[in-house]
């Protein structure tokens, strides 16, 4: 009896008992639909099903090249913990659950035939992220800390010592020991930034930094401040109309006026002064507020100056208080000042977010850190107080800047948000790219950096460099070959310079380290006849590719590439060739694949391929 889902449903994070019931039902069928000897798991799937419900979109039959990216190269790294021997096993058994969804007629999104293309085509770089304690985490990183301190999971007296051990430890031992935030390491997307001029002209447009050019050229050299630290009345009657603010000095409301007492009345002018204190822009000093160098230099350039405006927001000395004069802060102000702090670095990494996300993350960071037990009508009122400060204090002030702009209820930011926040990080050690900085870099130089990049990022980065230098390029990318490093790169990199590689790839079949690659390349470029190229170049090219990714990433990283070949029974016809093949690394590779390859079968193989091997040799 198969599962009744409609495939169409969305599961809220509130439908949890509806989530569990289908899942459980859908795990069940699987269950029965294994065939045991191939020795499908029904953990992927579960761990599949649950990301979609709780950090998806809900749709738990609806699968996209997106999805699968975030969840084997983000969310199972992060979370889930494995043994290195189930490694190996997760993407086959990710590609069986949805062969098993779209027999049943289930699956929806991409295509069967697509999403296993994605999953060949990320299984080593999924092997690699699951292998990097960078990014664990942290409940991942403290069971991976156990484990290497020789404590059983499945022990909680064991646990729980090591804990309360953990615990009394000082915070900086507990940091290293887990992989803290000062030894943690993230590697940001490569960006490409517009030319500086259009940066310069998106600058000078800010509405917020002409208002704080116009409230410091106010200030100058001096204006006298009030025993609470405010502006005169007399000077925010003068400076509030030069700020083009939408409140008014002594309002009226039908027959009657409201003198303003104070300027902390007029939240326009308040958020200005704390925003350009914040910014460097001005300073207060024995109950005056004046003009500092910074800010007496505004508009000389423009680009510095809006940098200024955009980090002394982030932060978080300009949010203050709430608006409307008082200076008390709700009880979740301190959460705010952290959304803030970390807003940049997730919008640079994740294109555009959902405020309904922001909304409800800062919300359960709330009620994770403070009591809420206020009846559900009033904590409802909080929780939508909390969005309005969000969208208010945040969100608003970040467009106004110039740095997010909002588009159907989700933030992003703008190419002048792109290039500060890059700067910021930058400034903070961490490793975040610009398309086009290697552009003046010899040809070794480029390709030793790329390497370290996202291919398509890498190709970006390289079409960079030749239209640098269009006629030299291919010779000194065929130079940088012939040293050795990287050769199977290098000719890709070479083959992006056009018809000019061709010749350059050509001298480049007698070399001794990158000879197969520049035949390989000249036959899948249609430039030579496949009947040229001797079968054992195919062999000693899939050798070379797989002693590579083993020497860069580790021999899990390449039994990974290996399963992106095809199924087991074209990968055992591989392995049977390396039987008889001239090549050193032959039985490494063979030897590692039928130790940890998850298939009983294309094991074997090697193994068969490897005692062959021997016995040949010796």
């Known amino acids: 009896m198969s599962t009744q889902i409609d495939p169409r449903r969305r599961f809220a994070v509130d439908d949890e008992d509806a989530f569990h ?23 992927a799937a579960e761990v599949l099903l649950d990301y979609k419900w709780a950090y998806g979109d809900g749709r738990i039959c609806d699968w996209r090249r997106r999805d699968l990216e975030e969840l084997l190269l983000d969310h199972f790294p992060r979370k889930v913990a494995l043994d290195r021997d189930d490694l190996l096993s997760v993407v086959p058994s990710i590609k ?31 092997v690699a992220a699951m292998d990097d304690p960078a990014n664990f985490g942290p409940a991942k990183s403290m069971a991976a800390a156990m484990h290497a301190n020789g404590v059983a999971l499945d022990d909680p007296d064991a646990v729980g010592r090591w804990i309360a051990e953990f615990n009394a430890r000082p915070l900086g031992e507990r940091a290293s020991l887990i992989g803290g935030p000062d030894v943690e390491f993230e590697a940001y997307p490569a960006v490409e930034l517009p030319p500086e001029g259009e940066l310069v002209e998106a600058a000078r447009a800010s509405r917020v930094l002409a208002q704080l050019a116009s409230f ?12 609470r630290g405010n502006l005169t009345l007399a000077d925010a009657r003068a400076v509030v109309e030069r700020l083009g603010a939408s409140e008014e000095m002594d309002p009226t409301f039908g027959s009657r006026t409201f003198a303003t007492r104070s ?14 204190r914040a910014a460097g822009f001005v300073k207060v000093r024995h109950g005056r507020v004046s003009a500092t160098r910074r800010g007496v230099a505004l508009g000389a350039r423009p680009l510095d100056d809006w940098r200024s405006a955009f980090e002394g927001f982030v932060r978080r000395q300009a949010v203050g208080a709430r608006y409307g004069g008082s200076d008390s802060r709700p009880f979740w102000s301190e959460i705010l000042d952290e959304l ?24 359960r960071v709330t009620v994770g850190r403070f009591v809420v037990d206020d009846p559900l009508p009033i904590a409802d009122a909080l929780r939508k107080g909390m969005a309005a400060d969000i969208d208010r204090r945040i969100v608003r002030n970040l467009i106004d800047l110039g740095a997010v702009t909002r588009e159907d209820d989700a933030i992003a930011l703008t190419p002048l948000g792109v290039w500060a926040t890059n700067r910021m990080l930058r400034d903070q ?9 290697h552009v003046a870099a010899n040809a070794t130089d480029l390709l030793v950096a790329c390497a370290e990049m996202p291919m398509e990022d890498a190709d970006r980065e390289i079409a960079r460099w030749i239209a640098a230098r269009p006629s030299t390029a291919a010779a000194e990318l065929a130079a940088a070959v012939r040293t050795g490093v990287l050769p199977m790169f290098a000719i890709h990199a070479l083959g992006l310079v056009g018809p000019a590689a061709v010749h350059e790839i050509r001298s480049l079949v007698t070399d001794d380290r990158a000879g ?28 070379e590719a797989l002693g590579a990714e083993a020497d860069a990433s580790g021999p899990l990283v390449a039994v990974a590439r290996l399963q992106s070949l095809g199924p087991d029974d074209e990968q055992i016809a591989l392995l049977q060739q390396l039987a008889h093949v001239d090549h050193p690394r032959a039985s490494e590779l063979l030897e590692v694949v039928g130790r940890v390859h998850p298939s009983k079968a294309v094991a074997k ?10 016995a040949r040799l010796h």
């Open 21 to 43: 019931a289908a899942r459980d039902a859908l795990l069940e069928d699987y269950r029965r639909a294994l065939d045991e000897e191939r020795g499908a798991d029904p953990f």
């Open 96 to 126: 069986d659950f949805l062969a098993f969804l779209d027999r049943r007629g289930l699956l929806s999104g991409d295509r069967l035939s697509e999403l296993r293309a994605v999953l060949d085509e990320i299984g080593a770089e999924f």
């Open 216 to 227: 410091t050229e106010f200030v100058g050299a001096g204006r006298k401040l009030t025993q």
């Open 263 to 276: 300027a902390a009345e007029l939240p326009t002018l308040a958020l200005v002064f704390r925003w350009a």
């Open 340 to 363: 803030l702090e970390a807003l940049p670095a997730a919008l640079y990494v994740a294109d555009r977010i959902a405020l309904a996300t922001l909304h409800d993350e800062a919300w």
């Open 429 to 437: 050690g961490e490793h975040a790219p610009v398309i086009g900085e």
């Open 516 to 543: 197969t690659f520049a035949r390989l390349w000249l036959v899948e470029q249609g430039h030579d006849d496949p009947s040229s190229l001797p079968p054992e170049v195919l062999v000693t090219a899939l050798v």
């Open 605 to 614: 193989a090697a193994r068969t391929a490897l005692f062959k091997r021997r």
